[in-house]
């Protein structure tokens, strides 16, 4: 394993200048908050007035000022959370590893702090790399993104490059993008089960699998474009998921607005958008 090019195997964990936050947080439950982050400092032979001062520092930077003499069982699990991350960084880190560093928490505290962690991040300067299954949590979060699958790297890039361009039928089923189908592309169409689907110009040719996002998915009236059965409608808060049953082929996710939603049972028309379609490699054949 190599960090800044140098070899780490013979170097002490203690030694490599890397922080952990794990998912749990393993706080200290007999020792307050203080001495919580203060932990890596006293390990590190910092004197007690510099533990001390490091220790409050870092918790007027999470948010928490004054919470150095409280005990960890009367914490919030999301002011847990920052205790971890405070004492995580108090020996100033060359990396920061996060391990699902928001997976305990309700949605609504996930949401508010993922975005107090980025801009906290972003003051630092530190750099971290955050493991995640929560794709919503990786993009908020990153500067770069890598999906793996099976302990290899399958895509690298930006959040934008990834959500606009992933590179296989794997990524975009990670990313949440259902509507997936083997195709053969020929000019600006793809041959699918769901019947000819625009693509981009100058998109590559011939065998592979199509990606339609579910904004791509234009719901119509029943006599134009794909016949489909409206099925399950899902409310996600500014839209609406629906589910929509062709004769052939797998069910296709849309989103529509909430005046615009189909009635569930409605017999509707699809038709695609070419913005809105990703040719893909075709997956390997075993």
């Known amino acids: 394993m190599l960090f800044d090019d140098a070899d780490q195997a013979a170097v002490p964990v203690h030694r490599r200048g890397v922080g952990l936050m794990f998912q749990d947080h393993q706080l200290f439950p007999h020792q307050d908050v203080a001495a919580n ?3 890596g400092l006293r390990m590190h032979g910092v004197p007690r007035a510099g533990r001390e001062s490091r220790a409050e520092e870092l918790l007027d930077l999470v ?3 004054g919470a150095g003499r409280r005990a960890v069982a009367a914490l919030s699990g999301g ?3 920052r205790v971890a991350l405070a004492r995580a960084l108090a020996p100033r880190p060359k990396l920061l590893m996060l391990d699902e560093p928001l997976g305990q928490l309700d949605r609504s505290l996930r949401e508010r702090l993922v975005v107090e962690l980025r801009a906290l991040f972003g003051r630092l300067g530190t750099t971290v790399l955050a493991v995640t299954h929560d794709q919503g949590e990786a993009f908020a979060l990153a500067d770069r993104v890598v999906v793996m699958r099976d302990g290899r790297i399958t895509q690298a890039g930006t959040p934008l490059e990834v959500w606009q361009r992933p590179a296989s039928a794997f990524v975009a089923r990670f990313l949440g993008f259902d509507n997936v189908v083997e195709a ?4 600006t169409a793809a041959d699918t089960v769901w019947g000819k689907v625009p693509v981009p110009d100058g998109s590559p040719q011939g065998r592979c699998d199509l990606l339609v996002r579910p ?3 234009r719901i119509g009236a029943s006599d134009a474009g794909l016949r ?3 099925g399950v409608r899902t409310f996600r808060g500014h839209h609406v998921t629906v589910l929509l049953d062709p004769a052939e082929g797998p069910a296709l996710e849309a989103v529509c607005t909430l005046r615009d939603t189909p009635r569930e049972g409605a017999v509707v028309g699809v038709e695609f958008d070419p913005a809105e379609t990703v040719v893909l490699p075709p997956a390997a054949q075993p």
């Open 228 to 230: 489909c059965t409206v």
């Open 37 to 39: 982050v203060a932990f």
């Open 63 to 65: 948010g928490l000022p």
């Open 215 to 217: 904004a791509g998915v």
């Open 79 to 81: 002011e847990q959370q």
């Open 184 to 187: 053969t592309v020929t000019g």
